[in-house]
């Protein structure tokens, strides 16, 4: 387990606002030598600035230009492992030189002129698909959406139903939890107000990297500061509607939290799927997976094909309708994708 002694907030500021105008001064004059170079956890990436930790300390990092791809933004996320170099063992400014192989990754699709998989997180031990079923109400395509993105990068999921004091009806909960429980996904149940089920989400917490992520205005950054009273992070305020395109945590960033990170990340609006295959998208559903040997044809999309396996399950209840929906709505995003050629 980790001791972290650094404690920020996430409207914290490093050294200056500018250091990226001092780093771009600074590198050039730092020794391109190997062994200067550390390895490092992002912390949080915003715009050209990066911030790594390095053996218990915070760094304002640099991107080398070749991390920059053209019309994509820039390819990391909080919780790679990096290597950094610094002018010096006490230097608080540095420039990433390598990004280490992930062991796992969430991302989503972006339309749009910079079309492309976008990074979220990366590195995660367990992500906890934060929903609500009041304020607001439930979204089941989203929901999967964040599952199936976890699955397209080898993430562990789990769900995190929260603001269950909103909800009167204890039946709606556990009917929530049964759909998930039986695609295999853990689902708890928690209330950031309350604190109702908190402490079993802290019971999951075991040092590793956890991120949440969820629509805008479930409770994640409220569950974080549920967890750890010190943290002072923005949450919005009762009253206020959410704002189409507007969240109020701008930036997926980690905190330190018994020994392992949680990553706080923004509410976001739409989750493309994040892989261009057809073929992969039944793969992201666990509960299809032993079924689709029995379809009749080896490529079958589970959507017009006649002797579908999965569309039997349906029929005979083993697949749940909202679970289905959801296939369906991905499929259709990236065959339109495929017909627009936006890759
Ligand atoms: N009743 C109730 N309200 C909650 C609970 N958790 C959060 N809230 C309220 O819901 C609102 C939104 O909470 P946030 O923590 O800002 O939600 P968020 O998911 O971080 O939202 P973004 O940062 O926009 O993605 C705030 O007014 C919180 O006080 C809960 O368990 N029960
Ligand atoms: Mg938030
Ligand atoms: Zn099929």
């Known amino acids: 387990m980790r001791n972290t002694s650094w404690k920020i907030s996430e409207n914290a500021i490093i050294l200056n606002p500018k250091v990226s105008e001092i780093c771009s001064l600074l590198i050039p004059t730092l020794p391109p030598m190997p062994k200067s170079k550390r390895e490092g956890r992002v912390i949080r990436v915003t715009g050209g600035d990066v ?3 390095v053996e218990d300390r ?3 990092c640099v991107l080398r230009g070749r991390f920059r791809q053209r019309g994509r933004g820039v390819q990391i996320a909080a919780g790679d492992r990096v290597l950094v170099s610094t002018a010096g063992p006490d230097s608080d400014v540095g ?5 280490l192989p992930r062991e ?3 991302s989503r699709f972006i339309e749009g002129r910079d079309s492309g998989e976008k990074l979220i997180v990366a590195n995660i031990d367990m992500l906890f698909a934060v929903t609500t079923l009041r304020a607001p109400s439930v979204n089941y395509n989203f929901i999967d959406r964040v599952l199936v993105s976890a699955e397209w990068g080898e993430a562990n999921a789990c769900v995190c139903l929260n ?5 009167e009806d204890r039946s709606e909960i556990e009917r929530l939890a049964a759909i998930y429980t039986s695609c295999g996904y853990r689902t708890i149940r928690t209330s950031a107000k309350t604190g109702e089920g908190v402490d079993e989400l802290e ?3 075991q040092g590793g990297i956890y991120a949440f992520v969820g629509e805008s205005g479930v409770g994640k950054s409220s569950l974080l500061m549920k967890m750890d009273q010190e943290l002072d992070l923005k949450v919005r305020s009762l009253g206020e509607k959410s704002k189409k395109g507007r969240h109020t945590t701008a930036y997926s960033q980690l905190f330190p939290i018994r020994g392992g990170y949680m990553a706080d990340t923004p509410g976001i609006q739409t989750f493309g799927f994040p892989g261009t295959e057809l073929e992969s998208i039944s793969n992201c559903f666990p509960e299809f997976r032993d079924m689709e040997s029995d379809c009749h044809f080896h490529r079958c999309t589970h959507s017009h094909e006649p002797d579908c396996a999965v569309k039997a399950a349906l029929e005979q209840g ?14 259709s995003e990236v065959e339109a994708r495929i017909k627009k050629k936006a890759y």
Request: hydrophobic share 45%; no cysteine; aromatic share 8%.
């Open 163 to 167: 603001k269950i004091d909103l909800v």
């Open 51 to 53: 911030w790594v930790e």
């Open 104 to 106: 796992s990754s969430l």
């Open 203 to 205: 019971k999951m917490l």
């Open 58 to 60: 915070l760094l304002s």
């Open 95 to 99: 420039a990433i030189e390598e990004v």
């Open 318 to 331: 083993r697949v749940h309708r909202s679970r289905y929906d959801s296939y369906l709505s991905i499929l």
